[in-house]
């Protein structure tokens, strides 16, 4: 059986459990809402438009904030590649940065910018710069010597060796960074939004909440989620796979 | 003399940083077009004197002129191949032998250029290929075409077909003569095959491990092609091996005395 069948049965035989349990009375529909009911408040959503202003909203902090995130990321691992001072100083403190989870920056990101979308991208960015930038780092750090003998001998050499050479060796490294960034810029503007102002899938999410709709509650983490798999397994995984061929690893 | 090493020394810090030599008194002339094989076993310093050769390694002390100009970095008179094929696995073939060109010749310029070395390589028909989709032996002459496509002067070979199979080697061997007869380029052929450096050279030097130093210095007198001449290659294999066999010896037992020493 192909792993894709396989998939939908699973997910076929949760959903039926799900609503099965929901109309034998197992648990009451404040507690967990029943597949139907998810359904119907998703439906009632995308109809009245307001879930599509809300991915609108989303999907332009996130796209801001990815941006910055991957130009300053990649600038920050060029720097720390190239300069033992600067790795020694700014690289050891970036990995006590990437564990701190970009969200306990909004509390101050707030207070600097205001509640608002300059606060959201803010952490969006802190999410995805570091990672960025230590990958970048790795990677061109890891470029084979061969290579950089061969061009040598051609006459390459400085930035043309950089630009030619170099950065483009580290393409792989490039990709997964981009992709980690992503995951990491997409959980801190979720993180953000639901803190924050609207509209946005987070904000959503936590005025249903407050309002006791659980459905809703329930169909936005289901979108969330649904965004993410597709984001990450279709686009990056799919360019890391043809990357990775392509560069003989 | 076209490319002449004098004195030339060359010592690294080993782990305990205690200086270790590697190439000890490099005295070597070389003509313009000969083809010279540097023939010895692993750890003769061979590649390091290649790489020297290059630019990519300074030496300690000595030095090395090609026509009368010392040697202090990488150039483009001299074309270099390794033994892995270095080739950019972003760039497709014909790419790839553009390279070197890219500053010096508009691109129309440079795609006649590398479309006439890849002829030479017969790859007309693999240009828009990237490398990861070619075999071993197809890689290894994309990068001959690209150290030929800038013109050098000097063609060095690392152990170029060191990591092919027998049947492409052979194949590789007759291409390579081919070239070298119709290029003219003085060539550097490192090796540790003997036979290899028969088929190929006017001269083989041939070195001595630890330090590394020049042996003997056998002039190839053999008619071309070789093939023809089977019986003249194997006594010279033999007269050869006579040289290389106490070095073979030594670098086995020492690698024996260091097994029992543990």
Known sequence: MKPAIKRIIFIVILVGLWELGSRLGLWTELILPSPTSVFTALYHGFADKTLIWDLIASFRRLAIGLTLALIIGTSIGILIAKSKTADDTIGSMLLALQSVPSIVWLPLAIMWFGLNDKAVIFVVILGGTFVMALNIRTGIKNVSPLYIRAAQTMGSKGIDLFIRVIFPASIPYVVTGSRLAWAFAWRALMAGELLSTGPGLGYTLSYASDFGNMSLVIGVIIIIGIIGSIVDQLIFQRIEKSVANRWGL | ?262
């Open chain 2, 1 to 262: 003399m076209f490319i002449s090493i004098n004195q030339l020394n060359k010592q690294f810090l080993d782990k305990n940083d205690q200086p270790t030599t590697v190439l000890k008194d490099i005295e070597l002339d070389i003509e313009k077009g000969e083809f010279v094989s540097i023939l010895g076993p692993s750890g003769c310093g061979k590649s390091t004197l290649l790489s020297i050769v290059a630019g990519l390694t300074s030496a300690t002390n000595g030095e090395i002129l090609v026509e009368d100009k010392k040697i202090t970095k990488p150039g483009k008179d001299r074309g270099m191949v390794f033994q892995e094929a270095a080739l950019f696995p972003w760039i497709n073939v014909i790419e790839n032998v553009m390279f070197p060109l890219k500053k010096e010749m508009s691109k129309q310029e440079a795609t006649a250029q590398a479309k006439k070395y890849l002829q030479m390589v017969q790859l007309s028909n693999y240009l828009e290929h990237y490398p990861h989709e070619l075999s071993g032996g197809m890689q290894q002459r994309v990068s001959i075409a690209r150290a030929l496509a800038m013109d050098p002067e000097i063609l060095l070979m690392d152990e170029p077909f060191g990591a092919l199979d027998e049947q492409t080697r052979t194949r590789l061997h007759g291409q390579l003569e081919e070239i070298w007869i119709k290029t003219k380029k003085t060539v550097l052929f490192v090796t540790h095959s003997i036979s290899e450096s028969i088929k190929l050279s006017d001269r083989i030097i041939v070195m001595g491990t630890r330090p590394g130093t020049i042996l003997t210095d056998i002039k190839v007198d053999i008619p071309r092609p070789r093939r023809e001449h089977k019986e003249d290659m194997l006594e010279l294999e033999e007269h050869v091996m006579s040289y290389l066999k106490k070095e073979i010896d030594k670098v086995v037992s020492e690698e024996l005395n260091h097994e029992t020493s543990h």
